[in-house]
């Protein structure tokens, strides 16, 4: 079984763009500049968008962070987001998701200017995707892809199930591991709270990708041996014996599916760090473009 290190891995990702700016400065240029929108007070929320505030330090990038009270109306996020559009400064920007209930998430993210929106969100980004043109790549489903061709998984005519259908990672993960693509050219099963027997899908795979939100939902005799497994759940469970009184679990079952598995990716330390390391890829591709 070989981990598949996603922290060692966006280190090293982030290495390689920390030269890309300092390159940037060099010539005079532009430093990239990513500001990130977080609405409320959700402490995960706040956690992530810390780490991507902090993964900017380390890559030279500028940085942004704009924090809004949870009782904000949707026009007034809407006009904060129109000033994102506007500064000129900003290369790309995201607003860290889910947003209070009274807001409408899908108004939001189609009021992202597509040339900023380094989430890959907007609706001409995911069309984009869809078509394989070049796009900004939602982050997780990008940062799963660049392990996988890290550590030479091969996709290619294998069988993959996706469980979950969310927007930003079950349903782009299935499009894009689909695609005639480095990484892709899988035959893809999509499944969800609907899917009947699960297992039997499961049972078949040859790489299980897991974006559901249930802690251990997937258990060592729903896959076969061999398989690749990627876990993208991070639930926090109350663990009185940690000093921020939580601990984080995955989706998989770590301990009975790890010895069945080829690859895995662990929780924390596999997945998490790749969607940021990809979110920074994203800003200083927003930056050359906008240079271009
Ligand atoms: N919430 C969970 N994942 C993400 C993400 O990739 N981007 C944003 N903006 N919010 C999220």
Redesign the pocket.
């Known amino acids: 079984m070989i981990l598949l290190d996603g922290k060692k891995t966006s280190a090293e990702i982030k290495e390689e763009i920390a030269i890309e700016v300092a390159k940037l400065k060099e010539q005079g240029k532009k430093t990239p500049h990513l500001a990130?929108i977080l609405v409320g007070n959700d402490g995960a929320?706040r956690t992530?968008v810390n780490a991507k505030v902090k993964a900017c330090e380390k890559v030279g990038f500028n940085s942004t962070l704009v924090r809004l009270e949870d009782t904000i109306s949707e026009e007034e996020l809407l006009s904060e987001i129109n000033k994102l559009n506007t500064n000129n400064d900003i290369d790309g920007f995201?607003?860290?998701?889910?947003l209070p209930k009274h807001i409408d998430e899908q108004k939001v993210l189609m009021a992202v200017n597509p040339d900023k929106d380094v989430?890959g969100?907007h609706p001409t980004n995911v069309g984009k995707m869809t078509l394989n043109l070049p796009t900004f790549l939602?982050?997780?489903p990008a940062g799963i892809l660049e392990l996988l061709e890290r550590y030479n998984v091969e996709t290619s005519g294998k069988n993959v199930v996706v469980i979950g259908r969310s927007h930003?990672?079950g349903s782009p993960m299935s499009i894009l591991l689909s695609q005639k693509r480095t990484v892709g050219n899988a035959t893809v099963t999509i499944t969800h709270s609907r899917t009947k027997n699960l297992e039997a899908f499961t049972k078949e795979a040859d790489i299980v990708v897991v974006a559901l939100g249930v802690a251990e939902f997937l258990k060592g005799d729903m896959v076969k041996d061999g398989v690749v497994v990627i876990d993208v759940g991070i639930t926090r469970v109350d663990d009185a014996t940690k000093k921020n009184g939580f601990r984080l679990l995955g989706d998989v079952h770590f301990e009975s599916v790890a010895p069945k598995a080829s690859y895995i990716t662990p929780v924390p330390g596999g997945v998490g760090p790749m969607?940021i390391a990809m979110?920074m890829k994203n800003t200083l591709l927003a930056r050359e473009r906008s240079e271009a």
């Not at 995201?94 to 889910?98: A, G, S, Y």
Request: glycine share 0%; aromatic share 12%.
């Open positions: 990130a929320s992530y995201i607003v860290q998701l889910p989430d969100f939602p982050a997780t930003i990672v969607t979110l």
